[in-house]
């Protein structure tokens, strides 16, 4: 089980932190990721850590987003700097057993996700 919190509300130029807590499998064994889906858009990869710490961005959050993970915590999470609106969407986290991959189909275990909104 994935649970994810942290999201709100935040203006433009804001940061949020988001976590996500796991049970029920083994967490430093896992690749994880963060995903997010805009209304009407398909959900796209924002992030990814693998168990050896070695990290993946989209280009867009690149410099403004840091992904981390605390295995000890059975933790992920999202650190989200100098936020823009299109950055609102609901924010899923997501855990596979191989490599990191920015494709959504390849993930195994999904969380519920949490609202991102950023205001202009």
């Known amino acids: 089980q994935l649970v994810e919190s942290g999201g709100g509300l935040v203006q433009a130029g804001g940061s949020l932190r988001l976590s996500c807590v796991a049970s029920?499998?083994?967490?430093?064994?896992?690749?994880m990721g963060w995903f997010r889906q805009a209304p009407g858009r398909e959900r796209e990869f924002v992030a990814s850590?693998?168990?050896?710490?070695?990290?993946k961005y989209v280009d867009s959050v690149k410099g403004r987003f840091t992904i981390s993970r605390v295995n000890a915590d059975y933790t992920l999470y999202l650190q989200m700097n100098s936020l823009k609106p299109e950055d609102t969407a609901v924010y899923y986290c997501?855990?596979?057993?191989?490599?990191?991959?920015?494709?959504?189909?390849?993930?195994?275990?999904w969380g519920q996700g949490t609202q991102v909104t950023v205001s202009s």
């Open positions: 997501a855990a596979r057993l191989e490599s990191i991959t920015t494709s959504p189909l390849a993930y195994d275990y």
């Open positions: 850590i693998d168990r050896g710490g070695s990290r």
């Open positions: 029920g499998l083994t967490f430093g064994a896992y690749t």
